[in-house]
C-alpha cells in the first residue's frame, strides 16, 4: 500500500464532509506552479535542481528525460508523498507546503510507474473503489464511478479478478482505473503506457484526451515520444533533475534540438526525424509531417 493511500485510510472519516464536496464534477482544477523547485533524497541524491513550472488549469504536459532524470520525483511532488527540500509548490497560488496529503491527493491523482506499490487489494473491483470511497463516495454513485474507470480502461470484465493474477500491463490499467474513478480535477500518470500493446496505449491514450476534454489538467511522465508528441501540447525535458527544454512538440522536438535531446539519449519520434531529414521543418507528428509532405509536393 501506498503512503498516500495509507493515511487517505486512516483520515478518510475525519475529511468526508470536505472531500465529498471536493469529488465531481463542480470541483475546480487549479493552476500549478513550481516555484524553484530542488529535491534531494535522504540518502543524499539529488533528483531535482530548481525545476520552475506554470502548468495552468486544463494543461495536457508530458515529461520526458532518461533514466533517472527525476520525472517521477517531479511526480511524486504533486501529490505531496514528497515535499521538496528547496522551492515551493502552489495551487492556485497558495503553497501548498503544510496540505496534508490526503487532502492533496483529492485534488491530484498519482498513478504510480510501479502499478505494484499501488495496488494492494485482492479484487480489480474493490482496489478501484478505494479512492473514491476514501472521498466519500458510497452506494450507486461508488459503483458507477468504479465501473465506469474500468471501462475507461477497459477491464469491465475484469472486475472480480484479483489484480495480483493479471499481467503487468493489465495492473497498470488497474492502477490509472483506481485514479480515474476518483475523478481528481489534475491526473499524474508515471509512465502509462508502459508495457501496453496497441490496443492499451490506445485506451492510454483516449483516457488522457478524454480528460483534456473535459477541462482537467494531465502530467504523464513517458519514454515513448510518439506517444507524448501525439498525445500531449507540452513537452517538458528533465536532465539530471533540470528542465533542458520546454515548449510545444514542434518545439521540443524541432531538428535545431537534436543536439540537446541525443545529450539526454532522446530520440525525437519517427516523424519528426523523417521530417527532419527530408528538410520539412519540425514535424512531430504525423499529421504535420504528411501535411508537411503534401504542401512540398
Ligand atoms: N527512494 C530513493 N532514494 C534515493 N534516490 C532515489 C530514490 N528514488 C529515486 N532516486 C534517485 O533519484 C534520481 C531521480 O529518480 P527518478 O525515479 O525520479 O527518475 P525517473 O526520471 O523517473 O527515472 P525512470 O525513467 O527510470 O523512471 C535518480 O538518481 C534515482 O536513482
Ligand atoms: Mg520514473
Do not use: C, W
Amino acid at each position: 500500500m501506498s503512503a498516500a493511500r495509507g493515511s487517505a485510510s486512516t483520515q478518510a472519516d475525519a475529511r468526508v464532509p470536505a472531500t465529498a464536496r471536493a469529488l465531481g464534477e463542480g470541483r475546480a482544477v487549479p493552476g500549478i506552479r513550481l516555484d524553484e523547485v530542488g529535491f534531494v533524497y535522504p540518502d543524499g541524491t539529488r533528483a531535482l535542481r530548481s525545476v520552475s513550472l506554470e502548468i495552468p488549469p486544463g494543461s495536457g504536459v508530458a515529461i520526458v528525460g532518461e533514466n533517472g532524470s527525476g520525472k517521477s520525483t517531479l511526480l511524486r511532488h504533486l501529490d505531496g508523498l514528497l515535499r521538496p527540500t528547496e522551492g515551493r509548490i502552489l495551487l492556485d497560488g497558495r503553497d501548498v507546503r503544510r496540505d496534508p496529503v490526503e487532502t492533496l491527493a483529492a485534488t491530484v491523482g498519482l498513478a504510480f510507474q510501479d502499478p505494484d506499490l499501488q495496488i494492494f487489494a485482492e479484487r480489480v473491483d474493490d482496489e478501484v473503489a478505494f479512492g473514491p470511497r476514501n472521498l466519500g463516495l458510497s452506494g450507486e454513485p461508488l459503483a458507477t464511478a468504479v465501473r465506469e474507470a474500468l471501462q475507461a480502461v477497459g477491464l469491465e470484465r475484469a472486475e472480480a479478478a484479483n489484480p495480483f493474477n493479471l499481467g503487468y500491463s493489465r495492473r497498470k490499467l488497474v492502477a490509472l482505473a483506481s485514479i480515474l474513478a476518483m475523478r481528481v480535477p489534475v491526473l499524474a500518470l508515471d509512465e502509462p503506457t508502459t508495457g501496453q500493446d496497441g490496443p492499451g496505449l490506445a485506451r492510454v491514450v483516449a483516457v488522457v484526451r478524454s480528460a483534456l476534454a473535459e477541462g482537467r489538467t494531465v502530467i504523464a511522465t513517458s519514454h515513448d515520444m510518439r506517444f507524448v508528441a501525439e498525445t500531449f501540447p507540452r513537452i517538458v525535458v528533465l536532465r539530471g533533475g533540470r528542465v533542458i527544454a520546454d515548449g510545444s512538440p514542434a518545439q521540443v522536438f524541432a531538428p535545431a534540438n537534436g543536439d540537446l535531446l541525443r545529450s539526454t539519449h532522446l530520440e525525437p519520434p519517427a516523424a519528426a526525424r523523417v521530417g527532419a531529414a527530408f528538410g520539412l521543418g519540425s514535424t512531430p507528428t504525423e499529421e504535420s509531417l504528411l501535411a508537411a509532405l503534401r504542401e512540398r509536393a
